[in-house]
């Protein structure tokens, strides 16, 4: 079971992503006062969560919203 303050890192580190869409995990992790492999190595975690993130060819960060379905 993942700790109280790794969650708040991850819900961090999504809402970085969401308000600078395209900005590399070196820039996510300046802003927040971590290390870069700290952001990168919470990507998988993020996905487990359901805080969907992906990545461009030049590692730029994206958030992935889920499509709404039809019947909603």
Do not use: C, H, W
Request: net charge positive; hydrophobic share 30%.
């Amino acid at each position: 079971m993942a700790r109280k303050s790794d969650e708040t890192r991850l819900k961090k580190i999504y809402k970085k992503v969401e308000e600078n869409p395209g900005k590399r995990a070196g820039f996510i992790a300046r802003l927040l006062g971590l290390n870069r492999s700290d952001v990168t190595r919470s990507l998988p975690a993020l996905d487990d969560k359901g805080l969907l993130i992906y990545e461009d060819d030049q590692g730029g960060l994206y958030p992935l919203r889920k499509k709404k379905s039809q019947n909603s």
